[in-house]
């Protein structure tokens, strides 16, 4: 049974909240969303007030949990079948929850795993670059150029993380400005031939490039992790049987996440501190 692992925590509701409590409260020290004051008070049921500013806020306020009005267990058992890519149809049947209901969890956990996307330090040492592109039809042109699709530029630290973006077009700005605010200046920048790439010399950057025409690799100078990650990412993108382009930043995203931390065993625990945490947008 896929809930084993969540029934094994959590046998009633009460139990289940503070599972999170211990998440949103280190140590069950309250303070204030907003100002970070610690003085608080107790004013309702669930209801505190920060005596500094005023604020008045649950112990779930601007957090994505609170996005959704489900119940504690279910919200755990939700996270642990995202965390097992089980699908919203399936996970409707293994919960009892509606359709809407599991397909706007899954959402809100993906609108989570994207709020912290500016938390990552900068990539540096040996650094991989390339765009891929996702979606359109498979017939006709595929790879640049190609109608219908998305292009999404990518960038991978040799022996750490992938960063992954949907850009508007492969142009040399448009790439040349994502490296610089995510790869840091003296890294050495491995790319293919494209043209959009020749002017990363220019920006503090060691660039070498591998004619694809030729071979794939020459030495050191390859982009074959990035390419592993394009394989990962379409492969997975597969199930879900098309995403509309409105949505696609928040699954590709998720692929990110899970790639970067692909090789851990807490992933349940990344997610619950994801949705646990306050977001200054939600405030």
Same mark, same amino acid.
């Given at each position: 049974?896929?809930?084993?692992?969540?029934?094994?925590?959590?046998?009633?509701?009460?139990?289940?909240?503070?599972?999170?409590?211990?998440?949103?409260?280190?140590? /069950?020290?309250?303070?204030?969303?907003?100002?970070?004051?610690?003085?608080?008070?107790? &004013?309702?049921?669930?209801?505190?007030?920060?005596?500094?500013?005023?604020?008045?806020?649950?112990?779930?306020?601007?957090?994505?949990?609170?996005?959704?009005?489900?119940?504690?267990?279910?919200?755990?058992?939700?996270?642990?079948?995202?965390?097992?890519?089980?699908?919203?149809?399936?996970?409707?049947?293994?919960?009892?929850?509606? /359709?809407?209901?599991?397909?706007?969890?899954?959402?809100? &956990?993906?609108?989570?795993?994207?709020?912290?996307?500016?938390?990552?330090?900068?990539?540096?040492?040996?650094?991989?670059?390339?765009?891929?592109?996702?979606?359109?039809? @498979?017939?006709?042109?595929?790879?640049?150029?190609?109608?219908?699709?998305?292009?999404?530029?990518? &960038?991978?630290?040799?022996?750490?993380?992938? @960063?992954?973006?949907?850009?508007?077009?492969?142009?040399?700005?448009?790439?040349?400005?994502?490296?610089?605010?995510?790869?840091?200046?003296?890294?050495?920048?491995?790319?293919?031939? /494209?043209?959009? #790439?020749?002017?990363?010399?220019?920006?503090?950057?060691?660039?070498?490039?591998?004619?694809?025409?030729?071979?794939?690799?020459?030495?050191?100078? #390859?982009?074959?992790?990035?390419?592993?990650?394009?394989? #990962?990412?379409?492969?997975?993108?597969?199930?879900?049987?098309?995403?509309?382009?409105?949505?696609?930043?928040?699954?590709?995203?998720?692929?990110?996440?899970? #790639?970067?931390?692909?090789?851990?065993?807490?992933?349940?625990?990344?997610?619950?501190?994801?949705?646990?945490?306050?977001?200054?947008?939600?405030?």
């Amino acid at each position: 049974m896929v809930l084993k692992t969540v029934k094994d925590i959590v046998f009633k509701e009460e139990k289940a909240r503070t599972f999170f409590l211990r998440h949103r409260w280190k140590n /069950y020290r309250k303070f204030c969303p907003r100002c970070v004051s610690k003085e608080v008070v107790k &004013i309702r049921r669930m209801r505190l007030l920060c005596q500094g500013c005023r604020y008045e806020f649950g112990d779930f306020t601007g957090t994505h949990l609170a996005l959704l009005r489900i119940g504690f267990r279910d919200w755990l058992w939700l996270i642990k079948l995202f965390e097992l890519e089980i699908s919203a149809r399936r996970a409707v049947r293994e919960l009892g929850l509606s /359709y809407p209901t599991v397909l706007k969890g899954f959402q809100v &956990i993906r609108r989570a795993i994207l709020a912290q996307d500016q938390a990552y330090p900068l990539l540096r040492g040996e650094v991989e670059a390339d765009e891929a592109y996702f979606g359109g039809r @498979r017939k006709g042109k595929r790879g640049r150029g190609a109608a219908g699709k998305v292009p999404v530029f990518g &960038i991978l630290e040799r022996e750490g993380k992938v @960063r992954v973006e949907v850009v508007p077009n492969v142009k040399a700005e448009t790439l040349l400005h994502l490296t610089v605010k995510k790869v840091r200046r003296g890294s050495i920048v491995y790319t293919d031939k /494209y043209q959009s #790439y020749d002017s990363l010399m220019f920006c503090g950057y060691r660039h070498l490039k591998v004619d694809h025409s030729q071979r794939f690799a020459s030495g050191k100078v #390859y982009i074959n992790g990035l390419e592993g990650f394009w394989s #990962y990412a379409k492969e997975r993108l597969i199930k879900f049987h098309g995403v509309s382009k409105e949505k696609f930043p928040f699954y590709l995203k998720e692929l990110e996440f899970r #790639y970067n931390h692909r090789k851990e065993d807490n992933f349940f625990e990344l997610l619950i501190s994801l949705l646990t945490k306050p977001v200054a947008d939600l405030l």
